[in-house]
Nanobody
Framework: DVQLQASGGGLGQAGGSLRLSCTAS????????IAWFRQVPGREREGVSA????????YYNDFVKGRFTISSDNAKNTVYLLMNSLKPEDTAVYYC???????????????????WGQGTQVTVSS
């Protein structure tokens, strides 16, 4: 089974930055997709960003374009989400997710993913 360990959440200030990390283990194929999702109580989990290991192509939801950057270090099996220009509405629990599937139109859809990390809280103060 694929295991994901997310870290790096915490308290940030509006306009500031935080970086999340997601380390994956237990996968057996070289082509996969790792994404970040976020969720606040009472709302559905929403896709934030994804990265395709095959070509490192990246995908972003409109509400983070230009502010967040996803990247990967394949040697460390780790995906990063650098969050700049934080806003209070970025406050959420952030989850990383893993899939061997293919099909970029679905990379920000939670149903595409089979394995999930435990979540890390991000709180942005105004």
């Amino acid at each position: 089974d694929v295991q994901l360990q997310a870290s790096g959440g915490g308290l940030g200030q509006a306009g500031g930055s935080l970086r999340l990390s997601c380390t994956a283990s237990g996968f057996t194929f070289d082509e996969y997709v790792i994404a970040w999702f976020r969720q606040v109580p009472g709302r559905e989990r929403e896709g934030v960003s994804a990265i395709d290991s095959s070509d490192r192509s990246t995908y972003y939801n409109d509400f983070v374009k230009g502010r967040f950057t996803i990247s990967s270090d394949n040697a460390k099996n780790t995906v990063y989400l650098l969050m700049n220009s934080l806003k209070p509405e970025d406050t959420a629990v952030y989850y990383c997710a893993f899939s061997y599937g293919r099909g970029s139109p679905f990379y920000l859809n939670s149903e595409f993913y089979t394995d999930w990390g435990q979540g890390t809280q991000v709180t942005v103060s105004s």
